[in-house]
């Protein structure tokens, strides 16, 4: 099983500043022959099911705003949302699919 | 646009077998564009996948539960359920059916489309 552990549990960030949440698997998601990290990023907030924010580690969902952005490769990956809004506050989930499925824990992101 | 509704009993009695189906619209379930799976969340705490359904029929289970697990779908009523035998408090959750898309060229991507879940206690 693929392992994937985030960092922070939490962070508290004021509005407008910029947020950062990093995601790490226990072994490598990128598939070689095709270059794409099977890597996502979800947005939940309470009483709502997951969103998916991000996929192959750094393309936008359809309707996501431009604040929220993904990045690296391999078995390091962050989220960053570069402006925090307060429709922002939930928790964000990093989810592999290379292989079967696994959830990272999951941060919970609050206004400072 | 793909939409899912989680349905089944909320309540479950200790050894007993949870059952929950999860009804497509919008789509067809036949579609080998998309393949099906089940997530459950515990009250409080993070996101856990019970498995998934492809189109060919193969299904993936986590290991943690694979040995209590069925996932099956019924393609004359549009529907894939979830079947988890001798159920513990411990398998109080919301549990989410969602769906991803299967492409031949780089497989099956991530879960883009979900239910809006439902809470199922095990409790007597």
């Known amino acids: 099983d693929i392992v994937m552990t985030q960092s922070p549990d939490s962070l508290a960030v004021s509005l407008g500043e910029r947020a950062t949440i990093n995601c790490k698997s226990s072994?490598?998601?990128?598939?070689?022959?095709?270059?794409?990290?099977?890597l996502a990023w979800y947005q939940q907030k309470p009483g709502q099911p997951p969103k998916l924010l991000i996929y192959?580690?750094?393309t936008r969902e359809s309707g996501v705003p431009d604040r929220f952005s993904g990045s690296g490769s391999g078995t390091d990956f962050t989220l960053t949302i570069s402006s925090l809004q307060a429709e922002d506050v939930a928790v964000y989930y990093c989810?592999?699919?290379?292989?079967?499925?696994?959830f990272g824990q999951g941060t919970k992101v609050e206004i400072k | 646009q793909l939409q899912l509704q989680e349905s089944g009993p909320g309540l479950v009695k200790p050894s007993e077998t949870l059952s929950l189906t999860c009804t497509v619209s919008?789509?067809?379930?036949?579609?080998?564009?998309?393949?099906w799976g089940w997530i459950r969340q515990p009250p409080g705490k993070g996101l856990e996948w019970i498995g998934s359904?492809?189109?060919?029929?193969?299904?993936y289970y986590n290991p943690s539960l694979k040995s209590r697990v069925t996932i099956s779908v019924d393609t004359s009523k549009n529907q894939f359920s979830l079947k988890l035998s001798s159920v513990t408090a411990t398998d109080t959750a919301v549990y989410y059916c969602?769906?991803?898309?299967?492409?031949?060229?780089w497989g099956a991507g991530p879960f883009d489309y979900w239910g809006q879940g439902t809470l199922v206690t095990v409790s007597s």
């Open positions: 359904i492809f189109h060919s029929g193969s299904t």
């Open positions: 192959w580690a750094s």
């Open positions: 989810q592999q699919y290379y292989s079967t499925r696994t």
């Open positions: 969602a769906s991803g898309g299967d492409d031949s060229s």
């Open positions: 919008g789509g067809s379930i036949s579609s080998s564009s998309y393949y």
């Open positions: 072994q490598s998601v990128l598939y070689s022959s095709s270059t794409k990290n099977y």
